[in-house]
């Protein structure tokens, strides 16, 4: 009977243990335990690395895909709106590396340098806003017309409408959008240290380079568990910062 | 974002209004003028001039500029060509010469937007006309003479209005319109005296091709590329005055900010090793199509097979979306040294590179997440009202699924497949770093080796390829939609 | 009691289609306290009469005044916020609270927070909604009628003297529907609003309106009281459009009351039976109505029942069903003097005091007026 009660809980944890002892078996077999021990003061360097560029370019993503997403919405910027959704697609679909690598070749000529951190942040920047200008903008026009209509009606002004009820309401949206940005900003951190941008790349390229999967999973490791790490805290921002009249029922996390 | 037209009158409308403005009529329903009314070929005409246009404005263009040291733009020629010795003139070829005529196409193109709207392309005549003015006329002078040439001017001049009178009605323009025509045709006798055209006619067998035919492909290649790519983001009027409003910045913009040359590295990178690009971008499809076809197969009837079981759901769901979140390149390095052996054994990859194998095989495992993720949403969400019918009716499993849950399924199917796509050219360009190839090869040396062309170069292509593939797809997208199911965006 | 709302010429013409007029010189006045109804076919440019005394859509001629202040010269905003609004699909904010959609408006004019979670309190208890179990909840959790009602609600949170109410129960389903036009025309009973109402529905709006106000293609037809409009309709289109019922429709609106033959003879259930007989046939009665010495109602005696032996009138008589409240509607008063046996109904009041009686007669002499 009491092994009965268990069953849900089981079911819930067996992914993350099973995961977990894979992992934890790679890590032995290849010697990324010994690694990773060996170069402590490097591997929580690279981490910090890592963490740096996924925190700001998702903060500036966040931040400025949400204000194009909602200016396009305005009156007046239709206009603008479809220019700036095939613009932010064609950042999208040039694969990682070529933005990297055009980030490099062309920041040179503005003035700033081709390597480094900053053109790692641009790159990542730039890659990542599509989803997030195209989600807010969804999700703004989608807030049903007839609640925009008696919010008019009521007498609020349109800045009022705009933070209390149409971007409230587009949140759930809007936090899609920044899930998958995350997701791909930290999916395309590691081709920064191409550039000299730094992060964990730096292990699981020299991995490759030496043919030594210690390295490797020594760097892959922590890069997957970061994106794990980043996608349970938005989910859990999600369920905090969505008013509980709006949040989606049914879940599927990726 | 398209221009309303009324149906009667042809006229611009705006959006939601009951009765046209210009001709009273009730308006049921309205149509769109786009970009995709005109006929094809003026469209590609049109395109052709822009790109002409552009180039008339580079240093670069055409001519190799890989032996001169300093060179002109055509435009910049243009401008001093009174300066000019008579045998740098010579050494022009035609093309250099007939780029004057597409400067003013560009306004005339103006001009006949302004005065028929978006109805028609009337600029085919418009155009015709005026490389009247600027070409034949001076030849005509130049051939017979002053006076003759006036008279032969005028009687070609009239059959041409004649022939195409409603390119030239009066319109928006009214009468400064037909000051406009006067003044092209005053330009002819500029032109005239400028001498260029009896240099021009008159040296016609002295002119020389002497650039690489890799540049002209790639400078041919590279236009039916944009071209493509423009005719499918454009789709009113508004966005070609943007992408013209754009265009004109950009070369202001970078002629006076930026190194006029610099654009020329990549490009020569490109003419130069043309062939070099050619394979590698072979190789990157190839690598993205098999790990394609893989992934559907497997990945389709994985997503059905999921649908029915509830545990398995949730076992492959999770597993699909932990790959994700593995970094590609380290699944790269993982299986390359236990599939590198394997490679060896199997022809259909040789030749493309020891990474090939570990790449397709990584790739099909990523694109599986899109996939089956895809197709289980979808096939769940056919209406169980529908399944339900088709079960009534006697339908065997096998028969539901193919005559009904997969193609409602497939739009949202194909919406996966695009996506898993575009992951893979993107994935693919890192397998460079592992030796399968692909266009991520000219990235990679080209940053160890800091050499700034080839990264260039190799970010443009893959650009290229990614922003074409998805247009490709979503044709095929929506070609495959089923006729009841396609969706308004 | 002034006037509070003064509509004045207000024309409505679209840019674009200038040949139509989609209000053409709209003029009434209305009382405070008042429902005007706006009311007619599809098309007849009744939503866009309401939504420009808010200003959502602009006036093209004409004026309107509130409280004889010309609207255009208000500030919009200002304007809005004194007029409350509810729209046929109701438009609750679904990311709030039921009690932080209501606040809304009064949030916005800088009430503090007592203030507030009173005037909450005390609409959600107006509209029959307890407060303590709906204040917390969110609008997808409340089903149509109750949706409906917090919109109400929500309309009246900062007092204002005047609400625009767009097809408001135009989104309920028929049973609930009556339901609650029986509760709004409690509650105006007691807040006594001046309210525009906007509605396709002829029987609603003779049912809701203390005016009704009857377009067609954008110029008024009549505007006039349910009464009037049912007894004096203008020309022919009022009368197609109030139904060619339209005399039955005015049973709906009178109460049994006004036809009533008031103070019937009566007779106390402790007199004796003689008197009981010699009462029927000195009047020429079939029956005899019994009362207590309240004079309520106790049954009748006829004939029949009067041959049995017995004390008082009190032990014979029979009791009945044939009676209702004086405020019951005409047309139930008709139903209820056919199904009983009587012929005729009882009028009481509210202790079942006798008042008078009911005849067919009686409701003829009042329609045919």
């Not at chain 1, 026009?141 to 007498?155: L, P, R, W």
């Not at chain 3, 407060?131 to 909840?137: D, L, P, S, T």
């Amino acid at each position: 009977m009491q092994i009965r009660l268990f069953y849900p809980f089981i079911k819930k944890c067996a992914p993350f243990v099973v995961t977990a002892i894979i992992v934890l078996l790679l890590y032995k077999y290849y010697g990324a335990f010994k690694y990773t021990s060996d170069n402590l003061p490097e591997f929580f360097r690279l981490n910090y690395e890592h963490f740096f560029l996924v925190i700001v370019s998702m903060a500036a993503a966040g931040s400025v895909g949400v204000f194009l997403g909602i200016i396009m919405t305005r009156k007046g910027f239709e206009r603008f709106g479809s220019a700036i959704m095939a613009m932010v697609n064609v950042w999208q679909s040039i694969p990682s590396l070529g933005v990297i690598a055009l980030a490099y070749g062309f920041l040179p000529l503005i003035g700033f340098s081709g390597i480094g951190v900053v053109p790692a942040l641009i790159a990542l920047f730039f890659h990542a806003v599509a989803p997030i200008v195209r989600n807010t903008y969804a999700g703004v026009k989608d807030v049903s017309n007839d609640v925009i209509e008696s919010a008019t009606g009521m007498g609020m002004t349109p800045n009022q409408i705009l933070f209390k009820i149409e971007i409230p309401n587009a949140l759930p949206v809007i936090m899609g959008g920044i899930r998958t940005a995350t997701a791909i900003i930290v999916g395309s951190a590691p081709l920064a240290f191409l550039i000299g941008g730094g992060g964990l790349g730096f292990w699981i390229f020299t991995g490759i380079a030496l043919m030594d999967m210690g390295i490797l999973i020594a760097g892959a490791v922590p890069v997957a568990i970061i994106a794990m790490l980043f996608d349970t805290l938005l989910a859990k921002l999600e369920k905090i910062i969505v008013s509980k009249g709006i949040q989606v029922k049914e879940y599927q996390t990726a | 974002m398209e221009i309303a037209i009324c149906p009667h009158c042809k006229k611009e409308i705006p959006e939601d209004v009951k009765f046209c403005p210009h001709c009273s009529s009730a308006v049921t329903s309205v149509s769109y003028a786009t970009i995709f009314s005109w006929r094809w070929a003026d469209k590609i005409f049109l395109f052709t001039v822009i790109l002409i246009f552009i180039g008339f404005f580079q240093p670069w263009f055409p001519g190799s500029i890989l032996d001169q040291e300093d060179s002109l733009s055509a435009f910049q020629m243009l401008l001093n060509v009174n300066n000019l010795e008579i045998d740098f003139l010579e050494s022009y070829n035609i093309l250099r010469m007939a780029l004057i005529v597409p400067i003013f196409a560009m306004l005339i193109y103006l001009l006949a937007y302004l005065r028929t709207g978006m109805q028609k392309s009337e600029f085919l005549p418009i155009f015709l006309f005026i490389i009247a003015c600027i070409s034949i006329f001076p030849f005509f002078f130049s051939l017979v003479g002053i006076f003759f040439g006036i008279i032969l001017s005028v009687v070609f001049l009239g059959g041409i209005i004649f022939y195409f009178k409603s390119a030239f009605r009066k319109g928006r323009l009214g009468y400064a319109s037909y000051f406009l025509i006067l003044f092209f045709i005053c330009l002819s006798g500029f032109i005239y005296q400028l001498d260029l055209a009896q240099t021009f006619y008159l040296k016609l067998e002295e002119f020389n091709f002497s650039e690489t035919y890799g540049f002209w492909i790639t400078w041919f290649i590279f236009g039916i590329l944009i071209l493509v790519i423009v005719l499918n983001f454009m789709k009113t009027a508004e966005d070609f005055w943007l992408m013209l409003g754009g265009m004109a910045f950009s070369i202001v913009g970078y002629h006076t900010f930026i190194n006029p040359l610099f654009i020329s590295g990549p490009f020569a990178f490109f003419a130069d090793n043309f062939r070099m690009v050619g394979i590698q971008t072979a190789t990157h499809i190839k690598i993205v199509a098999i790990a394609l076809v893989i992934a559907i197969f497997t990945g389709v009837p994985l997503g059905i097979y999921i649908t029915r079981n509830k545990t398995a759901a949730d076992i492959v769901l999770y597993l699909a979306s932990i790959m994700i979140t593995i970094p590609s390149i380290a699944l790269f390095g993982f299986m390359m040294p236990i599939l590198s052996s394997i490679d060896r054994v199997l022809d259909a990859v040789n030749g493309i590179g020891i990474g090939a194998v570990p790449a397709v095989i990584a790739l099909a495992l990523y694109s599986q997440l899109p996939i089956i993720r895809n197709t289980y949403i979808a096939i769940r969400n056919v209406d169980p009202a529908t399944i339900e019918a088709g079960r009534g009716m006697g339908m065997t499993n096998f028969q539901l699924l193919i005559q009904l849950q997969l193609p409602l399924s497939a739009p949202v199917i194909m919406a996966g497949v695009r996506t898993a796509v575009i992951m893979s050219i993107a994935i693919a360009a890192i397998a460079a770093y592992i030796g399968a190839g692909g266009l991520g090869l000219f990235v990679s040396e080209g940053l160890q080796m800091a050499t700034n062309d080839s990264v260039i170069a190799g970010a443009i292509s893959m650009g290229l390829l990614a922003i074409l593939a998805d247009i490709f797809l979503g044709r095929v997208e929506n070609w495959i939609t089923p006729t009841g199911l396609k969706i308004k965006r | 009691m002034g006037i509070m709302l003064s509509l004045q010429e207000v024309t409505k013409i679209y840019p674009g289609a200038e040949h139509i007029k989609a209000v053409d010189s709209l003029s009434f006045d209305l009382e405070e306290g008042e429902i005007c109804t706006l009311v007619g076919p599809s098309g007849c440019g009744k939503t866009t009469a309401m939504k420009m005394i808010n200003r959502l859509i602009p006036i093209t001629s004409g004026k309107i005044l509130i409280d004889d202040q010309n609207i255009n010269r208000m500030d919009t905003i200002e304007l809005r916020r004194s007029i409350g609004y509810v729209i046929q699909n109701i438009g609750l904010f679904p990311n709030m609270t039921i009690a932080e959609n209501i606040a809304t408006i009064p949030k916005l004019k800088g009430w503090d927070h007592d203030r507030i979670a009173e005037k909450v309190e005390s609409l959600l208890e107006i509209v029959n909604l307890p407060a303590e179990e709906f204040m917390g909840r969110y609008p997808r959790e409340l089903s149509g009628g109750q949706q409906q009602r917090i919109g109400v609600a929500r309309g009246m949170a900062a007092d204002p003297p005047i609400m625009l109410m767009d097809e408001p129960f135009g989104a309920i389903d028929p049973i609930n529907r009556e339901h609650l036009q029986d509760e709004f025309l409690k509650i105006q009973a007691k807040v006594k609003k001046t309210i525009v109402f906007v509605t396709h529905d002829i029987d609603e709006a003779i049912k809701m309106g203390d005016k009704i106000c009857l377009l067609k293609d954008g110029k008024l037809v009549q505007f006039a009281s349910p009464e009037e409009l049912l007894t004096e309709p203008a020309n022919g289109f009022v009368r197609d459009f109030v139904g060619g019922d339209r005399t039955l429709k005015r049973l709906n609106l009178l109460t049994i009351k006004t036809a009533m033959n008031p103070d019937p003879p009566v007779i106390m259930q402790n007199e004796l039976p003689e008197k009981a007989k010699s009462m029927l046939s000195e009047l020429k009665l079939d029956h005899l109505i019994v009362v207590d010495n309240e004079k309520r109602l106790i049954g009748y005696v006829d004939q029949e029942a009067l041959t049995k032996k017995a004390d008082e009138v009190g032990d014979i008589a029979q009791s009945t069903e044939a009676f209702l409240p004086a405020s019951s509607s005409l047309k139930d008063g008709l139903s209820e003097i056919f199904t009983y046996e009587l012929g005729y109904l009882i009028v009481v009041d509210e202790d079942k005091k006798v008042l008078g009686t009911l005849r067919e007669e009686g409701i003829k002499n009042i329609l045919r007026r």
